[in-house]
């Protein structure tokens, strides 16, 4: 059999080829996650689908055990609950929240009113706002409006004025987000705006970016609109914008940590239709040298950081439509990632939420799925793992 050059040549760079993208293939192999998020038939928060879009996590009932709080419909009034836990992550008792279904975006969880138990303040779309008072034993009184009727699509619970209760942030999407000032008593103030009026916030975390004592925010805006922190002047005026991001992102939520250990807050974006990213802060509230987390483009709706693996370094768990979640375990200096996936590739997850439910003192996660049951992923030592 007669075999020209140009044949030896093509069969020569094959083999080549091959064994480059075998060899890859072996090293991707090798780096092992030491963690790995599991369930099974038991850990499904009931077995009806809902258009979920938010879970949080609190002990509503005092007993030790951490509850969680499901926010369905989203822009289809849907039914909201509360599913409690029995312990070792066994949510065997489903209780309504309130007695009309709701277009619920979100759900947080903190005592609003000072008397010791956990309440539930629930944003809505186009359809009002509700807080729901907790009587101690996770039974709710009919919610009570607060805010105006907007686009909401994410609240966050946080002491904004520093007076030593909870004060609510409101955003909506291509509308004025807005925020609600506590009494103390759960009365909630005429809302306050905050960002433009044409922002597109998906998402906003409350946190000191510049160490000046003061509460910033940081705004994940999606519709290709530039992302912002937004300056406390102390006086809850937030007129200076500190962009952050490529200008024209995708991004539907923003976490805030320390992931390099520097001392400064550092930002991981979930991004749709772009790869994820880690953005590292300084002392002014600026973000400058990033990180990607893949080269791909990811369809990611949430993201959390908490530690893991219990190394005393934040990690990275995000939420994603269409693909697998991910949780990312940080190498210590927010720019190196072991990933491992969990969850079905079909699921659209809009939230999550990361506690310990079993008590084994490692967090597990809670994934919020649109059109598809919610699941409890327990966080396992990974036995293929060798250090």
């Known amino acids: 059999m007669n075999v020209s050059v140009q ?4 069969i020569v760079l094959t083999c080549l080829v091959l064994s480059e993208t075998a060899l890859l293939g072996a090293l991707q192999q090798t780096v092992v996650s030491e963690r790995v998020l599991v369930s099974n038939s038991r850990t ?4 009806q689908a809902n258009l979920t879009a938010s879970v949080r996590v609190g002990d509503l009932n005092a007993d030790g055990n951490l509850d969680l709080v499901v926010a369905n419909g989203r822009h289809w009034p849907q039914q909201n609950f509360i599913f409690l836990n029995q312990g070792n992550a066994r949510f065997h008792q489903v209780w309504l929240l309130g007695t009309n279904q709701s277009t619920s975006y979100a759900s947080e969880i ?8 956990l309440d539930v303040v629930v944003g809505n779309d186009m359809a009002p706002n509700l807080l729901f008072l907790n009587n101690g034993r996770a039974e709710f009184e009919n919610g009570i409006p607060f805010g105006h009727v907007s686009s909401v699509r994410s609240l966050t619970l ?7 209760d909870v004060d609510v942030l409101v955003t ?4 004025q987000n807005y925020y609600c000032l506590n009494d103390g008593k759960a009365n909630l103030g005429d809302p306050q705006p905050f960002g433009e009026e044409s922002d597109s916030t998906i998402d906003v975390v409350v946190a000191d970016l510049n160490h000046d004592g003061f509460n910033d925010l940081v705004l994940a805006n999606r519709d290709h609109q530039q992302n ?3 300056l406390n002047d102390g006086k809850l005026g937030f007129g200076q914008r500190v962009p952050f991001g490529t200008g024209k992102d995708e991004t539907r939520s923003v976490a805030v ?6 001392g400064h807050l550092d930002l991981a974006l979930a991004n749709i239709g772009e790869p994820n990213q880690v953005l590292f802060g300084d002392s002014k509230g600026n973000f400058g040298d990033s990180t990607l ?3 791909s483009r990811n369809s990611s709706y949430a993201v959390a950081m908490i530690d893991m693996n219990k190394d005393q370094i934040p990690d990275l768990v995000f939420a994603n439509a269409g693909q697998p979640n991910a949780m990312y375990l940080n190498q210590g200096d927010g720019t190196r990632f072991v990933r491992s996936q969990f969850g079905l590739p079909e699921a659209r997850t809009y939230g999550l939420a990361v506690e310990d439910f079993n008590g084994d003192q490692y967090p597990d996660v809670v994934t919020a799925n649109s059109g598809a049951l919610n699941w409890i992923y327990l966080n396992r030592q990974n036995r293929d793992f060798k250090k």
């Open 7 to 10: 044949s030896i040549a093509l």
């Open 44 to 47: 499904s928060l009931g077995t």
């Open 110 to 117: 903190a005592d609003m009113d000072g008397d010791g138990d």
């Open 158 to 164: 946080s002491d904004l004025d520093s007076d030593g």
């Open 172 to 175: 909506c999407r291509g509308r």
């Open 228 to 230: 912002f922190v937004l």
């Open 257 to 262: 940590g320390d992931l390099n250990g520097d």
């Open 293 to 295: 987390l893949s080269e």
